[in-house]
């Protein structure tokens, strides 16, 4: 059974996250709020004025009772206690059959009347007055009408308190989303930018901007790329130096060996010294990392097909059409170390392409000795050679799957090493298209 985890329930996203961070409370409140306001002091205020108007409708109901009393002294009582009444006798006087409250809170106020006034009465709502109907005498056809005020009678217009604070809570809400919009948008921004430094390329237009943080963040972003940028280039100085110094004497050593008789010795320093050439070419694109070519849009099949024509026991069985943004001769040499790995450590390499829904796939399988899971990790390292794994006989420096897991993470991909269904190893190279 999986523990419960907070994150699985919340959104990902810093903008989602902070805008649930600072809605939710102000959600909360305003609930707890209402709640209170309405169950509370509203029903506390009703209370009080339903009860200081039955006490008026007691005296009333005690005068309606008296039938000694005169028009004048009903006028003088209207007067003192600011209400409409009229006690009547009507012969013909129908009584309703059942009371309705027509308003809200009118069971509030029917409840104090049931208190202090203890006879029938029928309440109703007659636009913004509460029209009150007692049975004075239940022998005697003898009514009693009281003419209500309803905002003297009931807080019935509460709700315009609520709609006041939840107007407020919106604009409130309303700047803080702005707000966390423009901070998000900057941290959006440098996080583009630093994609972007990754892999190679300028973001036109960066600048820090936001909070004194993201400030800060950003222009650490930009210096470590101009200290990494100024050691790739001292580095690619330094090898290349050492590459022209050495190709000197290796030039003058393939000039003497050509004008040699032919033999097998010659044939095989030959080879050595072709070796060494590519070493060399492969040392000086480890350390430049091809950082003079413009990325553009390539057609990955074709490409892939071209490179695969020019290594023996190298084919490709699946090729649909897919375009992605790359550094061409990048692209040419990961794909030939990869194939050329795969047809050397094996009797044949199969090329698969497949268009997934945002990557386009790569996968290169070999009928090899393939790589142990626990070293797939040290294949990637820098002139590492795995004796287990692979064979020593076959040429090279150890920087194949180096260069393609820099090409491929310089380009927003991922590389990975797995077991292939030939037998041997699958390489599986991943790009954004």
């Not at 004796?387 to 090279?396: F, H, K, T, Y």
């Amino acid at each position: 059974m999986s523990s419960f985890r907070l994150r699985d329930y919340t959104p990902r996203g810093l903008y989602a996250r902070l805008a649930m961070l600072v809605a939710l409370p102000i959600l909360v409140i305003f609930a707890i709020f209402s709640i209170y306001y309405y169950q509370q002091h509203i029903k506390d205020v009703n209370e009080k004025l339903s009860q200081s108007i039955a006490r008026e409708i007691s005296v009333i109901a005690d005068m309606c009772m008296d039938n000694d009393h005169t028009l004048e002294q009903e006028a003088q009582l209207e007067q003192r206690l600011g209400l409409t009444f009229q006690c009547r006798m009507e012969e013909f006087y129908v009584w309703p059959d059942s009371s309705t409250d027509k308003f809200s809170y009118a069971s509030v106020l029917r409840k104090q009347l049931d208190t202090f006034v203890p006879m029938p009465v029928d309440v109703r709502s007659v636009n913004d007055t509460a029209m009150l109907d007692f049975r004075v005498d239940l022998y005697d056809v003898k009514t009693m009408q009281v003419l209500i005020d309803r905002k003297r009678a009931l807080a019935a217009n509460t709700h315009f308190t609520i709609v006041w604070v939840l107007l407020g809570a919106l604009f409130m809400l309303t700047l803080a989303f702005a707000f966390l919009r423009n901070q998000v948008r900057s941290i959006l921004r440098l996080t583009e930018a630093a994609k972007a430094f990754g892999r190679g390329r300028d973001l036109q237009g960066f600048r820090p901007s936001g909070a004194t943080e993201i400030r800060d963040a950003a222009r650490a972003v930009t210096d470590m790329r101009a200290k990494l940028m100024a050691f790739t280039e001292q580095r690619t100085a330094m090898l290349a130096g050492v590459s022209h110094d050495l190709r000197t004497p290796l030039t003058r050593l393939k000039l003497q060996l050509a004008m040699m008789e032919p033999s097998d010795e010659i044939d095989g320093a030959r080879t050595d010294l072709d070796d060494m050439s590519k070493m060399l070419d492969e040392y000086l694109a480890f350390a430049s990392g091809e950082e003079g070519e413009q990325a553009e849009e390539l057609r990955l099949d074709h490409i892939t097909r071209t490179v695969a024509e020019r290594i023996d026991r190298a084919s490709v069985i699946e090729a649909p059409t897919i375009s992605v943004t790359a550094r061409p001769t990048a692209l040419a040499r990961t794909l030939s170390n990869l194939m050329s790995n795969g047809a050397g450590y094996g009797t044949s390499c199969e090329v698969r392409l497949i268009k997934g829904p945002r990557m386009a796939e790569i996968l290169i399988d070999d009928d090899g000795p393939g790589i142990p899971e626990d070293k797939r990790e040290d294949a990637f390292r820098p002139f590492h050679r795995l004796d287990e794994a692979r064979s020593q006989n076959v040429p090279g420096t150890g920087l194949g799957l180096t260069l393609a897991r820099d090409f491929a993470h310089a380009h927003g991909g991922d590389i990975r090493l797995e077991d292939s269904p030939m037998g041997g190893l699958r390489v599986r190279l991943r790009l954004p298209y």
